[in-house]
């Protein structure tokens, strides 16, 4: 088996083909290598030169579970890190049914474009009436062109070059670290991807019956069926109870008005669920309050737009997250952006925590670039860097990390910066608490392992959440059964730790260095001042025993 | 002789004393000396740990022309280099007065405050009153209080932190690369220097002697004497005539309403003189048109905040040049940054070419980081980089470099960026004239000789004016004669060669890299478009030359 890449240079019209092999898997090993061999080094992520790759992986669209999704891989503008955004629902699905594991993009179209991707190569067409348009009317526009496909897209804010901009599918979110500005800045506006080949497997009918053990895992586990009930809102009544909640940028651990966000009073206002291709879990739920509808409503909205900015009011997050998704912008950072300004307004004799206008009328000056959003568009590390609760410029997720040392370890020295989903030892510290979080001791190595394995299950692709199920045995097996090229669980933490270790790479030579593993200063300064974590501050003690376990 | 350094901790409160030689002159090299020893490696311009210094050279004080002058140095917030910047007026002359020859300060103050320098060394005063305050009202409020003595302080924009904020001395400034900024980060509002010591010499009489000549010297000179006439708005109608006028963001190197600034329409409207200490010239020049009125009205004003934003009223100008002295902004990075987001209007269909009331708001938006202001205060390279003409993120100033090969290469080697008075190569090419400017012949070795005479005449501390008609020798003389050690003309631009070295090698140890000794990508790829230099591109051929000079 081999990945077939589907190259288009927007400045010259031109596509070709290139064929690499499975050594780093697929998926987001498979986007780091195209771009580690591509990308000039130094190169702008907004520049002409810059490259963004959609990758699909030896799993993608095949009866293993959630296998719909699809890894985008750029540069990043807000991080300058290399950067691998995963988005749920069927684009990976369809872009894999086109006989191509993965489309790479570079140069910039001369007029705003979407791309018809199909198993006959990729058209350039026109874009300029979907210019200015949203995320919804624009997946909506090409759907009612084309009829089955599936459309990512960028919104306002990915045309306004954001430099925390998504890319959007549905509701479902290639959400981090501004690769819609990348899009932007090809002036591509939206890809609809068209896929009608049969998806290859080395042992169909041994696959087949692996999958549907996988299947039957996830339904059997309790935390994935919590997930299905109630989607990622689960959490936030955990990490509110544990103090790690973090409320008005970080500034307190435990939020009063948490109870309007219980996973009860969420699920009690669904409309819908959302599922990605084959997955039993269908964790994305559609959420209706009042007048407030959003899709794939996430715990870390609801952290990022409500307690993190003081807003205790279901339907004012809602909308908020909403407006994020219509405009194309990822919510953690947005939130995170709006945070630091609100403490800066606070400093100035202004405070405004907890208010909605406020915050929505920002959003939409960050997604026009006017006004305060000029700056703010920024990021919160560039427009307000004393304000700002980020690492390596990436705003933090909704875990204090000075309530666990694995979780503050884990942000330190993701390559992606502030991120949970490198080494999500949020689940073992805070939701399963299977270690302790408050004792430093085998968490460098806990790291490790995390970051290893999460870094070959994002290449095979598969959801991360099925890391609460499934054992490292599962995927291995999964893998050699589809691409008939054989692989060990020992040999698959292997070849997670080889992209770890190129992304590493990577970073370096674009001169983001290892003094950047790091956590913001007040956290490492300032105690969690109340609440069931009070008393605590972010340790990066473990550091030094995990570099000599990291070896890159 | 020697150099005694006052310390001050404004975080701790403790002052001491620290005795530098001569090795690097002074001035400029002594404060590029104490920052590259004492400024740890990495630091941000803008946190504690940051280092400002105010430093004099052994002229400075005495009756050499000009000689009231001084230099601040430090690592600038806008463009991450070392940077000097330098102030005419008596500041210097009353530093060297106090018996130290530089002010070195560090830390944080716990509340706004002045400082009081005299010879008994330096107070922390309290100035909560004096913040909010126009420079030129905190220059009355200081001297009203202490009578004679000289004021440098900030604005609002120095307060805010905005990324080019000046350091005002009445209407003279360490204007440019947001030193101002540093104060402010430092909760330093005002110094208040008030010396009475006498000045050492080591042959008076001779120094006399010499200094008479350098005086005579001067004033018989017809560039300086239409400088003595006209101060340096003189420049304007010739830099127009040239074609080398940068006009609406360097898109044109003619600027229709030239004829408004020209040299007599501005001395037409003279209203007093100001001279620096010890200068027969006086080229400060106050000019009141209508109701506005600004002190040292320079060309490089009426080209940033006029040509610049397509704004053809002298009025207008002079309105925008005393904003931008009351809220203390360098005006040239002030009007590049405005004059980039222009051209970003126009690009979004709302041309505002020569809006004076939009110029305006912006101003005072800045200073506040209010609106767009949060965003422009960072900088045109930072806000806007696609339409940033800009070098190591310093707005370029009024003379545009495709129409002279050594005007490129020395904006190009700047140690500070884009600066025409590392190496004033404008005066060879354009203004006198005196070598070929559409010829790459001869103009590495002219740049590297300029760059190392201006870092020895930064050092000493002369004017830089005073280098078109005083010789190496004159100004190795006066060294010998005042310091008591000798130093042959040869050995003078050794030691310049030296100081502008280490500032190099500060760039590199702080990430500046050769790589940024580079000019805006669309003057080297975009033409004069018309005009007498018409068809011209900037080119850098000559780097590779230079560098085989320039080894350090």
Redesign the interface.
């Given at each position: 088996m081999e990945h077939r890449v589907l190259w288009v240079d927007l400045s010259t019209g031109e596509t070709w083909e290139e064929v690499r092999g499975l050594e780093h898997l697929g998926g987001r090993g498979l986007g780091v290598e195209i771009l580690t061999e591509h990308l000039p080094a130094?190169a702008d992520p907004l520049e002409e030169r810059s490259i963004i790759t959609f990758c699909t992986g030896v799993l993608t669209g095949t009866p293993a579970p959630a296998s719909g999704r699809a890894c985008a891989v750029a540069k990043s503008p807000l991080t300058l890190t290399v950067f691998d955004s995963h988005c749920g629902g069927s684009f990976g699905y369809h872009l894999r049914r086109t006989g191509y594991s993965a489309l790479a993009i570079t140069g910039v179209a001369e007029e705003w474009s979407w791309l018809h991707v199909t198993g006959e190569g990729c058209r350039v067409i026109s874009a300029e009436e979907l210019r200015g348009r949203s995320t919804s009317e624009t997946v909506r526009a090409l759907e009612s062109k084309l009829g089955r496909c599936a459309v990512a897209c960028i919104g306002r804010a990915g045309e306004n070059l954001v430099r925390f901009a998504s890319i959007m599918h549905g509701s479902r979110a290639f959400g981090r670290g501004g690769l819609g500005a990348v899009l932007g800045s090809k002036r591509v506006k939206a890809l609809a991807v068209q896929g009608t080949l049969g998806i290859p497997l080395a042992e169909p009918a041994a696959f087949r019956a692996e999958a549907l053990k996988c299947h039957r895992k996830l339904l059997s586990n309790p935390a994935c069926m919590t997930l299905k009930r109630y989607g990622t809102p689960n959490v936030l009544e955990k990490v509110n109870f544990l103090g790690v909640l973090p409320t008005r940028n970080f500034s307190a651990g435990v939020f009063e008005h948490a109870g309007s966000f219980g996973a009860e009073e969420v699920i009690g206002h669904l409309r819908a669920e959302e599922g990605c291709f084959s997955c039993p879990l269908r964790c994305g739920k559609r959420i209706r309050v009042g007048k407030a509808e959003a899709g794939s409503l996430e715990y870390e909205s609801l952290f990022a737009l409500g307690a993190n900015l003081g807003i205790g009011e279901l339907e004012h997050v809602v909308r908020l997250a909403r407006v994020c998704d219509e405009l194309g912008m990822d919510t953690i950072s947005a939130g995170g952006t709006l945070a630091a300004y609100f403490e800066a307004l606070e400093q100035r004799g202004n405070p405004c925590w907890g208010d909605f206008r406020l915050a929505l009328r920002l959003l939409g000056q960050i997604a026009e670039?006017?006004?305060?959003g000029?700056?703010?568009?920024?990021g919160s590390a560039?427009?307000l860097p004393e304000h700002s609760i980020s690492v390596k410029r990436l705003e933090l997720p909704g875990y204090d990390p000075r309530g666990g040392a694995g979780v503050a370890l884990a942000y330190a020295t993701s390559p992606r910066g502030g991120c949970h989903l490198r080494a999500p030892v949020y689940v073992d510290e805070y939701l399963a608490q299977t270690v302790d979080r408050r004792t430093t001791q085998g968490k460098a190595e806990l790291v490790k392992h995390r970051q290893d394995l999460h870094a070959a299950i994002d290449s095979l692709v598969m959801c991360r959440f099925t890391a609460r199920a499934l054992a490292p045995e599962n995927y291995a097996k999964l893998f050699t059964l589809a691409s008939g090229e054989h692989l060990s669980p020992e040999e698959l933490l292997r070849r997670g730790e080889r992209i770890f270790c190129m992304e590493v790479r990577f970073n370096r030579r674009e001169?983001v260095g290892e003094?950047e593993d790091t956590l913001p200063e007040r956290l490492l300064t300032h105690e969690i001042p109340s609440g069931p974590s009070a008393g605590m501050r972010a340790t990066l003690e473990p550091l030094e025993e995990y570099r000599s376990l990291r070896r890159c």
């Open positions: 130094g670039r006017e006004g305060e000029m700056a703010l568009a920024e560039r427009a001169g003094e």
